[in-house]
């Protein structure tokens, strides 16, 4: 059974830093696009970053460019999202997501996945 394990949320002032990870297992996603989403209370799910499959190349919301840094280990069959300078705007659950031998800007533009993670809640406080 493939499951996508998000871990690392939690309450941080406005200015601080948070790292999440998404660990997979029951299958290996080294051929996978892997990405993180957000969906704050009363909005729809939006995209916040993907890493390809093939070249590690990376994509990001522009709403989180230049403060989130998305990074994968294919050894651990794990995504990263380091996120700094957090605002109270990225208040949100944060799910994780792999798609089958897409981009990372295809990911982000379809905002599709395969497999998806059951969130976890990161609150900023101003």
């Known amino acids: 059974q493939v499951q996508l394990v998000e871990s690392g949320g939690g309450l941080v002032q406005a200015g601080g830093s948070l790292t999440l990870s998404c660990a997979g297992s029951g299958r290996t996603f080294s051929d996978y696009a892997m990405g993180w989403f957000r969906q704050a209370r009363g909005k729809e799910r939006e995209f916040v970053a993907a890493i390809s499959w093939s070249d590690d190349s990376t994509y990001y919301a522009d709403s989180v460019k230049d403060r989130f840094t998305i990074s994968r280990d294919n050894a651990k069959n794990t995504v990263y999202l380091q996120m700094n300078s957090l605002k109270p705007e990225d208040t949100a659950v944060y799910y994780c997501?792999?798609?089958?031998?897409?981009?990372?800007?295809?990911?982000?533009?379809?905002?599709?996945?395969?497999?998806w993670g059951k969130g976890t809640l990161v609150t900023v406080s101003s």
């Open positions: 997501a792999v798609k089958h031998w897409i981009t990372a800007q295809t990911m982000g533009v379809d905002a599709k996945g395969d497999y």
